[in-house]
């Protein structure tokens, strides 16, 4: 399991690919007849919209099988009332490819109130109530019951966020594995294009899919107790934390003998031994290979269902076996059966990622939907994506447990190819990239100094609680990528979309300056996330005092460059960890600076994430868990959460009852009144241009946290938008940030 990857076009071709790829992966018996083929190898099922674009993970997922020599169709948000649509394209030879679409399909389809939303940003029309709850489950069973027999492997952001028992905000539960409800025959996490292309090229030679069980980033269901080899060691995690036997160190000078068991006292003659001196390398090694056979076992799923605390120690466990440079084989029961999850695949090498982008995409929606207007789509068709992964580590977002912290970049050449091909084929577009960028927009090419510190690390963050001093940020080679995309000719503004990570930016005036100078279009979103820092080391997120430092040089620089330019902060109300006084303090901050927040995201517990172990068990899984650990401070009840919103939108009318009855209650009625020092006004309703102007408008920013395109105080700021729905990975992936409503999608 340590061996380098095979490369993923390193693969013999399963069958001669034609000279000209299909224009689109066919949806239809017509569109294969057209094609020629009588049965397609591979079919993926995915509860989106079909759109031919490598931000989507079903049009990456389907040229890279077609570039391998398979025939991939695709089902595409099929009635999932009963089997007929799965029958669509008939029988696959290979397999069903079975994913929920670009985001889980709970948080695309609840709010944070768990409302049903009105709409769905990756459906025609934007038309809501098109894909079911817990898709990926409910297509699973549906394509079994099309086809009985049939091999199903799951994947999708979904599928990584509920490999294992995981507590569902929804339902307000601990819910079992997808693996056992949705009966697919394996599930591929994280990005998968390597336990993907591999799998797919052994199933066609012949082998079984219950026999594939080496492959990384996979996980499937085995009897209590299976091994895939002997001599396999296990480490029992199934209890909260606790001193354990401290192992003597061992000497890599000592002696064979030195080494073993104390000898007898009546031993009088000894043999000699040489004295065996090991490396560095030469100990990690053996490191490596003990790893490689080791097995972490967690808490069982009915253990966890009914213990917080070790739902948060497992939640922990797992964090801590996420690098793919040391992660071990992770076993939780489930009845009598358990759920095996291989350690995570390597991160795709720069080559690899230019090849993947570089498929031939037709960049538009599958012509079956008439040119009907897909949200999505309209938010990234004029985006590329130059990286993935994200070692911020925010304990409240999903990239980590979905792309990883190591960070894969695509080379310049490959970059700047794409946006000629923006620029040459995307109908309407008229000379703006409205982004390069990825989860973050500033981690570009950016990796750990040294690659043998990075496979030994287990480390949450690279940059919390400060910037590790094995972190490469250096920002000049995306400075430089920045000044070449702008030089292209058509080319005439290149935005950045993406979030910049200001803690990092603050380390390279020279970025900012850049950014400032020639790639905002008037507003910059950026995430301090909340000013106290009782919250944000829950968060594990900067002090607020990196996000001033940003804020002086970004201000400096617009100046200089002559430009009026803003900032759009983001914050979360109710995260784990937040008090009533933390909100208060907070939006005292918002008022000292003039800001007046919009649309506001209210924490979502997705699954899997650490902030969601806070919030169901109590607990701190950021540090060791036992049961007298650090206890969280939880918002749990609908009332408190609508005040903490609240607390974000002060100047909203409709917020001010609520906040005047807290403030008198908790003795702070000297912030009611209609002075500048005071939140609230004391009057009912507010006259237009008074305290309580219309929201959204502001002197500072004209809308932070939105969801929709925001509007600056008498003008439109051309070109913007919310950054693309990040994909690349096996069956659709999605940014699940900032509470569980992801970044890429346009909803906050």
Same mark, same amino acid.
């Given at each position: 399991?340590?061996?380098?990857? %095979?490369?993923?076009?390193?693969?013999?071709?399963?069958?001669?690919r034609?000279?000209?790829?299909?224009?689109?992966?066919?949806?239809?018996?017509?569109?294969m007849?057209a094609?020629?083929?009588?049965?397609?190898?591979?079919?993926?099922?995915?509860?989106?919209?079909?759109?031919?674009?490598?931000?989507?993970?079903?049009?990456?997922?389907?040229?890279?099988?077609?570039?391998?020599?398979f025939?991939?169709?695709?089902?595409?948000?099929?009635?999932?009332?009963?089997?007929?649509?799965?029958?669509?394209?008939g029988?696959?030879?290979?397999?069903?490819?079975?994913t929920?679409?670009?985001?889980?399909?709970?948080?695309?389809?609840?709010?944070?109130?768990?409302?049903?939303?009105?709409?769905?940003?990756?459906?025609?029309?934007g038309?809501?109530?098109?894909?079911?709850?817990?898709?990926?489950?409910?297509?699973?069973?549906?394509a079994k019951?099309?086809?009985?027999?049939?091999?199903?492997v799951?994947?999708?952001?979904?599928?990584?966020l509920?490999?294992?028992?995981?507590?569902?905000?929804?339902?307000?539960?601990?819910r079992?594995?997808?693996?056992?409800?949705?009966?697919?025959?394996?599930?591929?996490?994280?990005?998968?294009?390597?336990?993907?292309v591999?799998?797919?090229?052994?199933?066609?030679?012949?082998?079984?899919i219950?026999?594939?069980?080496?492959?990384r980033?996979t996980?499937?269901?085995?009897?209590?107790?299976?091994?895939?080899?002997?001599?396999?060691?296990?480490?029992d995690?199934?209890s909260?934390?606790?001193?354990?036997?401290?192992?003597?160190?061992i000497?890599?000078?000592?002696?064979e003998?030195?080494?073993?068991?104390?000898?007898?006292?009546s031993?009088?003659?000894?043999?000699?031994k040489?004295v065996v001196?090991?490396?560095?390398?030469?100990r990690?090694?053996?490191?490596?290979?003990?790893?490689?056979?080791?097995?972490?076992?967690?808490?069982?799923?009915?253990?966890?269902?009914?213990d917080p605390?070790?739902?948060?120690h497992?939640?922990?466990?797992?964090?801590?076996?996420?690098?793919?440079?040391?992660?071990?084989a992770?076993?939780?029961?489930h009845?009598?059966?358990?759920?095996?999850?291989?350690?995570?695949?390597?991160?795709?090498?720069?080559?690899?990622?230019?090849?993947?982008?570089g498929l031939?995409?037709? $960049?538009?929606p599958?012509?079956?939907?008439?040119?009907?207007?897909?949200?999505a789509?309209e938010m990234?068709?004029?985006s590329v994506?130059?990286?993935?992964?994200c070692?911020?580590?925010?304990?409240?977002?999903?990239?980590?447990?979905?792309?990883g912290?190591?960070i894969?970049?695509?080379?310049?050449?490959?970059?700047?190819?794409?946006?000629?091909?923006?620029?040459?084929?995307?109908?309407?577009?008229?000379?703006?990239?409205?982004?390069?960028?990825?989860p973050?927009?500033?981690?570009? $090419?950016?990796?750990?100094?040294?690659?043998?510190v990075?496979?030994v690390?287990?480390?949450?963050?690279?940059?919390?609680?400060?910037i590790?001093v094995?972190?490469d940020?250096?920002?000049?080679?995306l400075?430089?990528?920045?000044?070449k995309?702008?030089?292209?000719p058509g080319?005439?503004k290149?935005?950045?979309?993406?979030?910049?990570?200001?803690?990092?930016?603050?380390r390279?005036?020279?970025?900012v300056?850049e950014?400032a100078t020639h790639?905002?279009?008037g507003?910059?979103?950026?995430?301090?996330?909340?000013?106290?820092?009782?919250?944000?080391?829950k968060?594990?997120?900067?002090?607020?005092?990196?996000?001033?430092?940003?804020?002086?040089?970004?201000?400096?620089?617009?100046?200089?460059?002559? %430009?009026?330019?803003?900032l759009?902060?983001y914050?979360?109300?109710?995260h784990?960890?937040?008090?009533?006084?933390?909100m208060?303090?907070?939006?005292?901050?918002?008022?000292?600076?003039?800001?007046?927040?919009?649309?506001?995201?209210?924490?979502?517990?997705?699954?899997?994430?650490?902030?969601?172990?806070?919030?169901?068990?109590? %607990?701190?899984?950021?540090h060791?868990?036992d049961?007298?650990?650090?206890?969280?401070?939880?918002?749990?009840?609908g009332?408190?959460?609508?005040?903490? %919103?609240?607390?974000?939108?002060?100047?909203?009318p409709?917020?001010?009852?609520?906040?005047?009855?807290?403030? $008198?209650?908790?003795?702070?009625?000297?912030?009611?009144?209609?002075?500048?020092?005071?939140?609230?006004?004391?009057?009912?309703?507010?006259p237009?241009?008074?305290?309580?102007?219309?929201?959204g408008?502001s002197r500072?920013?004209?809308?932070?946290?939105?969801?929709?395109?925001p509007?600056?105080?008498?003008?439109?700021?051309a070109? $913007?938008?919310?950054?693309?729905?990040?994909?690349?990975?096996?069956?659709?992936?999605?940014?699940?940030?900032k509470?569980g409503?992801?970044?890429?999608?346009?909803k906050r």
């Open positions: 399991m340590t061996s380098p990857p %095979k490369n993923l076009f390193s693969y013999t071709q399963k069958r001669p034609p000279q000209d790829a299909a224009p689109f992966l066919p949806m239809s018996r017509a569109e007849d094609l020629g083929w009588d049965q397609c190898d591979v079919i993926l099922v995915t509860g989106d919209a079909y759109i031919d674009h490598p931000s989507f993970g079903m049009a990456i997922v389907g040229r890279l099988l077609e570039a391998q020599g025939r991939v169709g695709i089902i595409s948000q099929p009635d999932w009332r009963s089997a007929q649509p799965f029958r669509a394209l029988r696959p030879r290979l397999y069903f490819g079975v929920a679409g670009n985001m889980d399909s709970m948080v695309n389809r609840y709010t944070a109130e768990r409302k049903i939303r009105s709409d769905d940003a990756y459906t025609p029309g038309t809501a109530g098109k894909r079911p709850d817990r898709a990926l489950t409910v297509y699973a069973q549906r019951e099309a086809y009985p027999g049939v091999t199903v799951a994947g999708s952001i979904e599928g990584s509920r490999r294992v028992a995981h507590y569902d905000y929804w339902s307000d539960k601990v079992r594995s997808v693996l056992p409800d949705s009966k697919a025959d394996i599930l591929l996490f994280g990005n998968a294009e390597r336990a993907l591999e799998l797919t090229h052994r199933l066609a030679a012949g082998e079984k219950d026999a594939i069980r080496d492959l980033g996980a499937f269901m085995v009897p209590h107790g299976w091994r895939p080899a002997e001599n396999w060691g296990e480490i995690s199934t909260v934390d606790k001193p354990g036997k401290v192992d003597r160190h000497n890599p000078y000592a002696t003998q030195q080494t073993a068991p104390c000898a007898t006292a031993s009088s003659v000894q043999e000699e040489p001196i090991q490396t560095q390398e030469e990690r090694a053996a490191r490596q290979r003990q790893d490689a056979r080791t097995l972490v076992r967690l808490p069982s799923y009915e253990a966890v269902e009914s605390v070790l739902y948060a497992a939640s922990r466990v797992l964090h801590l076996e996420s690098n793919p440079g040391n992660a071990r992770l076993a939780q029961a009845g009598e059966r358990d759920v095996w999850l291989n350690p995570p695949p390597f991160p795709l090498a720069m080559d690899e990622m230019d090849r993947v982008y031939p995409y037709a $960049r538009a599958h012509p079956s939907y008439n040119g009907e207007r897909i949200p789509w990234i068709r004029f994506t130059i990286m993935r992964g070692f911020g580590g925010c304990s409240f977002c999903s990239i980590t447990e979905h792309e912290r190591i894969q970049s695509r080379s310049e050449p490959s970059i700047l190819r794409e946006i000629e091909e923006v620029r040459d084929k995307t109908e309407g577009f008229t000379g703006a990239i409205s982004d390069l960028g990825g973050t927009a500033n981690m570009y $090419r950016m990796a750990c100094k040294d690659p043998n990075q496979r690390c287990r480390r949450l963050s690279c940059v919390y609680p400060g590790c094995n972190l940020t250096d920002h000049s080679k400075i430089s990528l920045y000044k995309a702008r030089e292209l080319v005439k290149i935005l950045i979309g993406s979030g910049v990570r200001y803690d990092l930016a603050v390279s005036p020279e970025y300056r950014l790639h905002v279009g507003l910059l979103k950026i995430a301090p996330e909340h000013t106290e820092e009782r919250v944000l080391s968060m594990m997120k900067p002090g607020i005092g990196a996000y001033e430092d940003f804020r002086r040089l970004f201000e400096r620089f617009s100046r200089e460059a002559g %430009k009026e330019q803003y759009i902060p914050f979360i109300a109710a784990p960890g937040t008090t009533d006084e933390d208060l303090n907070l939006a005292l901050w918002l008022k000292k600076n003039d800001f007046k927040l919009d649309q506001v995201q209210t924490f979502v517990p997705t699954p899997l994430s650490l902030a969601t172990a806070m919030y169901h068990s109590g %607990k701190n899984p950021l060791k868990v049961r007298d650990s650090e206890a969280v401070e939880t918002v749990k009840k009332q408190v959460r609508r005040l903490h %919103k609240a607390f974000l939108r002060y100047h909203d409709e917020n001010w009852q609520i906040l005047r009855e807290w403030l $008198r209650r908790n003795g702070r009625p000297d912030l009611i009144g209609n002075g500048p020092n005071h939140l609230v006004p004391a009057w009912k309703s507010a237009v241009g008074s305290f309580g102007r219309s929201p408008v500072h920013t004209p809308q932070a946290g939105a969801s929709t395109t509007s600056a105080p008498g003008r439109k700021p070109g $913007r938008k919310q950054s693309n729905p990040q994909a690349g990975k096996f069956a659709g992936a999605s940014n699940h940030r509470g409503v992801p970044a890429k999608s346009g």
